[in-house]
């Protein structure tokens, strides 16, 4: 096996919550060392996070990070952006100048203008970018990719999605709460940018289908709530098809509700999170079928080698560390075999958060995406 990649950090210090999630991931495999990082826009917290990561190198300024590293005789080879969408633009800009690759949470950024203009960047020495869309890790969301793409489902005609949440039902405050309803920090979308960005990426993911047109409601139920809590759309696609989006952070009884189906002339398939090893899929004429990990598939049909024996469960964790192994394989040169989340994929994201946002205000006017 090749020597671990050395990985550096922006962001994830002491209280954050994704910081960890990256770490977890990149650990997984054994194929980062967490060496560097600046863990926070704070002197203190970010010295306290470091050290307590047991960090090699400990920054207080991510710029001076990505200047000294870039030089280091064994300075990082990739860096994890994980602060608020706010704080995206900057280090992603200083650390792919430097030459050095990265990986970053979602959305890219928190306007569209920035988004453009990291889309426009000419990275130094080819680094490369990861968007951390999770959830195209998982096998079965990749199986469902390619049962679209070998025409198993024929032309595609109708594609719902949906992630639903609850934690934001009633007014909290705390540190994950306060910074996504915050226009200044999240940017001009609240649930469409903290979750609705997630289910247009596995809809664009599975499909491919990328939609013309959309008409948007974006609502805020909480009194006071400068940034929408729920978000409803309709969508209308080139080939025909037609398609639904909810994201709701306001939907009691639901904690992370990710769910996709899609439905084609010859057949239709379903996934939800809540059960991520199994995906349904109906040819028609013939019963629905329950696909599952590690298990049997339709003719024709692969399936990347499972984590753990059938069975077994693989979920959150693993999807994330999936895209890490995966990105791992590219920073080392070598063939890609999977689609990953990259820059025209996050400047897409906040394209569709924008064009949502317009024609919400616009009384739901269809609008191009």
């Not at 079965?140 to 070998?150: H, K, T």
Request: net charge negative; aromatic share 8%; proline share 5%.
């Amino acid at each position: 096996m090749s020597a671990a990649i050395k990985l550096g950090m922006v962001g994830g210090g002491q209280g954050a919550f994704i910081g960890a999630v990256h770490r977890m991931a990149a650990r997984l495999d054994g194929q980062y060392e967490l060496v560097a990082g600046a863990l926070s826009s704070d002197p203190t917290r970010a010295i306290a996070s470091g050290q307590a990561l047991g960090l090699e190198r400990i920054y207080t300024d991510f710029t001076e990070m990505a200047q000294l590293e870039a030089t280091h005789p064994d300075g990082i080879e990739a860096v994890s952006i994980v602060t608020p969408n706010h704080l995206h633009f900057a280090p992603v800009k200083a650390f792919l100048e430097a030459g050095i690759h990265v990986i970053c949470d979602k959305p890219l950024t928190a306007s569209l203008e920035e988004a453009e203009m990291l889309a426009g960047l000419t990275p130094k020495n080819g680094a490369k970018f990861l968007l951390t869309h999770n959830y195209t890790g998982y096998p079965m969301v990749r199986l469902a990719r390619e049962l679209v793409q070998s025409g198993h489902l024929g032309n595609i005609r109708l594609v719902q999605v949906e992630y639903l949440q609850d934690w934001l039902a009633a007014d909290i405050s705390n540190k994950q709460a306060d910074w996504r309803t915050d226009p200044a920090r999240a940017g001009i979308g609240g649930a469409i940018g903290d979750i609705g960005t997630h289910a247009y990426n596995l809809l664009r993911f599975v499909t491919q289908l990328k939609p013309e047109t959309l008409s948007a409601d974006l609502h805020s139920f909480v009194p006071g709530r400068s940034l929408d809590d729920n978000a409803q759309m309709m969508l209308r696609f080139a080939n025909g098809a037609r398609g639904m989006l909810w994201a709701s952070q306001v939907a009691r009884g639901n904690e992370n509700e990710l769910s996709i189906r899609v439905y084609g002339e010859n057949g239709g398939l379903e996934w939800a999170q809540s059960d991520c090893n199994t995906l349904w899929y109906c040819e028609a004429g013939k019963p629905k079928q329950m696909l599952r990990r590690g298990g049997p598939l339709p003719h024709g049909l692969t399936m990347s080698d499972p984590r753990v024996p059938a069975g077994h469960p693989e979920g959150y964790i693993e999807a994330f560390a999936t895209l890490y192994a995966d990105f791992a394989e590219i920073i080392r040169k070598a063939p890609a075999k999977n689609a990953l989340p990259n820059l025209h994929d996050g400047l897409e994201g906040v394209q569709f958060i924008a064009a949502a946002v317009k024609s919400s205000t616009k009384n739901s006017l269809w609008v191009a995406l």
